[in-house]
Each structure stands twice: as structure tokens, then as C-alpha cells.
């Protein structure tokens, strides 16, 4: 059988061709039959579709591909089977850090082992670089740094109480107790019971000058005679045996004056809060003159803040009160009336007045802070203000006040919150208030509105109350009060003076009595002039220089010089960048998706290529049936199908 050429249509121009046939066909050429020594090309299942068609409908271009879901495409997109080293290599090409292009296009083993021993030595050395300067930076230390401001200055608050707690004409308001307790430690009283020291003949100093030690058997006694049943259940002999601290200097005998003030106080705080503020020295009849930078204020501007000790204590405290100069003439000027023939000497055992500077809207406490200021003196109390300024987090410990304001309404001082946090421990744990607190009291429970606590008086309270007081003061129990992280401190000079003259003296007493009634008035006037002299007291409180100091803590080691820092190492030993860490980063992403690829494509491997076989003879089988089928009849005998 012979081929019949022609140039009509050659095979090659069919689709799906792939130049294996050197016989060229004519357009009748499916229609004679094929000679047997004729093969098809090995890749006609590629050029027909499924349905036997040659170059019609959707046909098979290339050679075999997997499907599309198989683990090659879904790792590398380009068709190639990816593997660990073709990701290190596409690193190494494209990377810019230094060594790692070196490393890889090096062609002798040698030229390879020397960059990677310098690649390697670069790193331990960034490593250790690095090392120090987290060290440095994980530290957190701070320095502090002084400047020098100046602006006009807001001024401080300021709280005085006279020394006398009890006008004597007022005494008679007490209770029966207070009243035959004060009768009972006058002066002349005390002074009766007190035995004189035994007289030692023949005592005369020695040769050093030293007196003769006094012979055996015989003491001194002073007021630790007195004798007198006391009531205050505030003492260490009252503790439980089990409660008491182990004998120390502290545990020795009290003194006897001490013991009559606590007594006193003890009584005094008996009294409910109306009787005590009546019986002290109102405002009203202390101030004689109150002058701001030359303005009068008066009596209305002071608050009242009762003291155990001290009795009624008057708080100052305006916020327009600014200081736009320095010196005496731009400040607070104070002239009181001590009214000092109302004094209880063995109370009040000195004339004057306890001051106290604090900052505005902060808890005065003027029997530990406060400063005796003493009569027949003009005292001139020159301030210059100090701001500091803490880091709290990690550069330490400091308080932003925030919480302690919401709660308490004022402003956050170390020492007022340690006052604050004894107080509710011996609320909390004794279910009494310390009745020598209770204006205390009254501020920390108006933050808690419907608690009621009721005064530690009784032995068990007393001693609970002890106990608490004795842990703090040991350091067995601490409260967690820090320094504020913004604190305002007002450092003080002091200088006095004698004061007032003879002739001003006379020129105040008019000045009381054209506010005083006639009685008060004759009163005065048949004072001495020295007896008079001893009522008054002048206070001047002003900034010496409206500079103020700021001490402010920084860090040392700052957030960019480490930043910088890191940067400057890191490009030092590796030449990395910003952009360089970025590839480091691809890089790392790109090894785990390689992992995470193949151990998927192992683990379906064996499926895949079994769906591979049965894939290829269902191919065959149908291209071989719609070839067969589409064929003359008269050819499906040939020994080709």
C-alpha cells in the first residue's frame, strides 16, 4: 500500500503536532487505509482531546502535567520541585548583608570556608557588643538633672494653731473629768508634790572640775513624783503580756510630764467635736491683722482644723494668692493676738504658735511638721520653691497621686499616705478609729459613706491599737506609699526679731478694742506694758526670689541612643539594616513554608502517585475508544487498533 502525497494540507499543520510524522497527508487521507509498518507518534494522546478529536475543542499542548493540586505547585510556583538549598541560594543572591554573597559565589572551597569563618567571628563579636549595651540599657538607671525657672509662683497653704489647746475661761464647758484633771495639774499643784533633791554635804568637784559621784543608795527625784490615778488606756504596761516588745530603752519609766500631756489629751479628746472647738481660741478674736502683697483678707478666709494637741488650728489657702515679686512687701503678713492670759500653764507650757508651709490641698499635720514660732517676735519666713519631678515604671517607684486624690479629695504626699494606710489598718483590724485622729478619721471615712466606727477606748481596743502602732514604728508591717512623681517642697530661712515696740503695742490694743466690746477692751488696758507685749506675735511668709529650682530625673541611658546604638552595632560587625532584617525575616519565612510544604508533600507522596497511574490509563482508554469509534469501519480491523 503506497501513500498518496499531496500539497494540499500537511500533518504538521494540524494541531497538536509534534514533528514525529515525516509522511504528509491529503485531505483524503483518514479515508484510505493505513499501511501496517505506520506507527502514531508517541505523543498523539497529548494532540487529541477525550473525545478523539484532533485539534478540536480544549487540546493537550504539552506533555503530561500532575493536577493542580498535587504538593509541587502548591510549594513552588514556577513548575521546579523547591528544595532547602535553591531557598539559601535565592537568600544568598539577593541579600544585603555582608558575606553571605561571598560565601556563595566563591568558587574554591577554601575562598567558601574563609568568609564564613569571618561571617561567624562577626556575629560572636555583634553578639557580645550587643550583650553589653542591653546590660547597660536593662539597668534603667537615672540621672538628674537641676534647671533654674522663673515665673510668678502660686502661694503655699499655711496652717497655724496657738500652743494653748483650752481657753481657761472656756474649761468650765468640759466634762466633770477634764475639769478636776485641770484643777489638779496646776502648776502649784505639781509643783507640791514634787520633793526637792536630797542635799549631799561636802559634794565638791574634783580635780578634772567634775562634781563627786553622789554616794550609793540616794537619787535624784524630780515630777516623776507626781502621782495620779490615769485614766488614758494609751500605755505600754496595759499591753497583753504576749504583745509586749522585749525590754529595750524604749520600755523604761515615762516621763512624767509626758504622761500628763497624754492624759490631757485623752481627756480633751473625749469631748465631742462642738464642745472642743468652743472651748479653744477662735480666729475671730487671734487675728488682728492678715494682709496679701498689701491687700487685706480676713477671718473668712481661714478654714478650721481641729488638733488634739493643739485644739482649734486654722488652715489659709487661697489660689489667688500668686506672688509676682520676691520680699516681705509681696507676701503674707500675720499680726495675732495669743490671748495669753487664757493660757493653762502645765498645757501650755510656752508662748507662740505652731506653723506649718505645706502645699496646697495636702493633709497638715502640724504637730510633726509643723515650726514654734514665738511671741513678742516679728519672724520672717523666706521660701524658695522646689519642683521634682520622678520616673516611676521601670527607672523606680513613685506615685501619680491619681488614685489617692479620687479617693481622700486631696493631694498625694508620702507622709499623709502613710498616715492614711495606719489609720485604716486599725480600723480594719481593730474596728476602731484612734480618737486622737478624728478629724483623720472623718476625711478617710467620708470615702467610705455608710461606715460607722466608733473610738478605740476600751483595754482590748487600746491594746490592738497599740500593737498596730509598735509593728509600723518596728517596720513589721509597711504600707506601699512611694515618693510622688511630682512633688513641690518649699525650703525655708528664718529670721526674727523683737517685736512689737511699747508705743505700736498701745497702738494695737486700740486697734482690739475698736473691735472688741468695752469689757475686753478694759481688759487690755489694764495689762502691763510688758504683759501685753507677750500677746502678740508678727509673722512674714514671702518668696526670697521667684527662681525655683526643678530637679527633674531622666533616663541615662535614653530609648534612641539604644536604638542608635544597636543600629551602629549591628551595621558594624554585619552591615545590617533595617531593610536587611526585613530579608532575614523573608527569608526565615520562607524556610518554614518549605518545611511546612514538604512534610506535607511526604505525606501524601504515595497518593499522589497512585492517582498519577490510574489518571494515565483512564487517558489511554478514552482516547483509544473515541479513536476506534471515529474511525471507517472498514479500518477498525487493522492490526494498529
Not at 180 to 192: G, M
Request: include cysteine; aromatic fraction near 12%.
Amino acid at each position: 500500500m503506497s501513500v498518496k502525497r499531496s500539497n494540499s494540507k500537511q500533518l504538521r499543520d494540524y494541531p497538536g503536532y509534534s514533528g514525529n510524522f515525516t509522511h504528509v497527508f491529503g485531505d483524503d487521507a483518514m479515508e484510505k487505509p493505513y499501511r501496517r509498518n505506520w506507527e502514531p507518534p508517541a505523543d498523539y494522546q497529548q494532540s487529541m482531546d477525550l473525545s478523539g478529536n484532533w485539534g478540536r475543542g480544549n487540546m493537550f499542548h504539552q506533555k503530561y502535567q500532575p493536577p493542580s493540586h498535587t504538593e509541587s505547585e502548591e510549594c513552588n510556583s514556577d513548575g521546579n520541585p523547591k528544595t532547602f538549598k535553591r531557598v539559601l541560594t535565592r537568600f544568598a543572591e539577593r541579600t544585603s548583608m555582608q558575606g553571605i554573597p561571598y560565601i556563595n559565589t566563591s568558587k574554591t572551597w577554601y575562598a567558601k570556608l574563609v568568609w564564613t569563618v569571618l561571617l561567624l567571628g562577626a556575629m560572636v563579636a555583634m553578639g557580645i557588643h550587643l550583650y553589653t549595651l542591653c546590660s547597660s540599657y536593662f539597668l534603667f538607671e537615672r540621672q538628674t538633672q537641676i534647671k533654674l525657672g522663673f515665673q510668678n509662683l502660686n502661694f503655699p497653704s499655711i496652717t497655724f494653731c496657738n500652743v494653748n489647746p483650752v481657753k481657761s475661761s472656756m474649761a468650765s464647758r468640759g466634762s466633770k473629768e477634764l475639769k478636776n484633771y485641770l484643777r489638779t495639774i496646776r502648776p502649784e499643784a505639781v509643783a507640791s508634790s514634787i520633793k526637792k533633791p536630797s542635799f549631799i554635804p561636802n559634794q565638791r568637784p574634783n580635780q578634772q572640775g567634775s562634781p563627786t559621784p553622789p554616794i550609793p543608795g540616794r537619787r535624784k527625784r524630780f515630777v516623776e513624783s507626781f502621782e495620779y490615778n490615769f485614766t488614758n488606756l494609751r500605755r505600754p504596761e496595759l499591753e497583753p503580756p504576749d504583745e509586749k516588745p522585749r525590754p529595750n530603752f524604749f520600755s523604761g519609766q515615762r516621763s512624767t510630764l509626758h504622761e500628763i500631756r497624754k492624759e490631757f489629751t485623752h481627756l480633751y479628746s473625749l469631748e465631742n467635736r462642738e464642745t472642743r472647738i468652743a472651748m479653744g481660741h477662735s480666729i475671730s478674736d487671734m487675728l488682728v491683722s492678715c494682709a496679701f502683697a498689701g491687700v487685706v483678707c480676713n477671718d473668712s478666709y481661714f478654714r478650721i482644723h481641729p488638733s488634739s494637741a493643739y485644739g482649734n488650728c486654722y488652715t489659709l489657702e487661697n489660689y489667688d494668692f500668686v506672688s509676682f515679686r520676691s520680699g516681705p512687701a509681696y507676701g503674707l503678713e500675720l499680726i495675732l493676738f495669743l490671748e495669753t492670759d487664757e493660757y493653762i500653764s502645765t498645757i501650755a507650757s510656752g508662748i507662740g504658735a505652731q506653723f506649718l508651709i505645706h502645699g496646697t490641698n495636702t493633709w497638715p499635720d502640724p504637730e510633726v511638721d509643723g515650726t514654734s514660732v514665738s511671741a513678742t517676735m516679728e519672724t520672717n519666713i523666706g521660701m524658695r520653691m522646689l519642683e521634682i519631678h520622678r520616673l516611676g515604671g521601670l527607672y523606680g517607684d513613685c506615685d501619680d497621686g491619681t488614685a489617692f486624690k479620687a479617693r481622700y479629695g486631696m493631694e498625694y504626699t508620702r507622709k499623709s499616705c502613710q498616715t492614711f494606710c495606719v489609720h485604716e489598718r486599725i480600723i480594719n483590724r481593730c474596728g476602731c478609729y484612734d480618737e486622737l485622729k478624728e478629724t483623720l478619721y472623718e476625711n478617710i471615712n467620708s470615702s467610705m459613706p455608710g461606715r460607722k466606727v466608733h473610738p478605740c477606748r476600751t483595754r482590748e481596743e487600746a491594746a490592738c491599737l497599740l500593737q498596730i502602732e509598735s509593728r509600723w514604728e518596728t517596720g513589721l508591717f509597711q504600707c506601699n506609699c512611694f515618693n510622688p512623681c511630682h512633688e513641690t517642697l518649699y525650703e525655708k530661712t528664718t529670721h526674727t526679731r523683737m517685736w512689737p515696740s511699747d508705743a505700736y503695742a498701745s497702738m494695737l490694743v486700740q486697734y482690739l478694742c475698736n473691735n472688741k466690746n468695752e469689757t475686753e477692751c478694759e481688759r487690755f488696758e489694764k495689762m502691763a506694758s510688758r504683759e501685753l507685749i507677750r500677746n502678740f506675735m508678727k509673722i512674714n511668709i514671702f518668696f526670697e526670689d521667684l527662681n525655683f529650682e526643678n530637679i527633674t530625673e531622666t533616663p541615662a541611658y535614653e530609648d534612641v541612643q539604644f536604638y542608635s546604638d544597636i543600629g551602629g552595632t549591628v551595621g558594624l560587625w554585619v552591615g545590617l539594616s533595617v531593610l536587611s532584617l526585613a530579608e532575614v525575616l523573608q527569608f526565615l519565612w520562607e524556610v518554614i513554608q518549605y518545611l511546612f510544604c514538604w512534610r506535607r508533600w511526604k505525606k501524601k507522596k504515595p497518593e499522589q502517585t497512585a492517582d498519577r497511574s490510574n489518571l494515565d490509563k483512564q487517558v489511554r482508554a478514552q482516547v483509544s475508544s473515541n479513536l476506534t469509534t471515529r474511525l471507517p469501519s472498514t479500518y477498525r480491523g487493522n492490526a494498529l487498533y
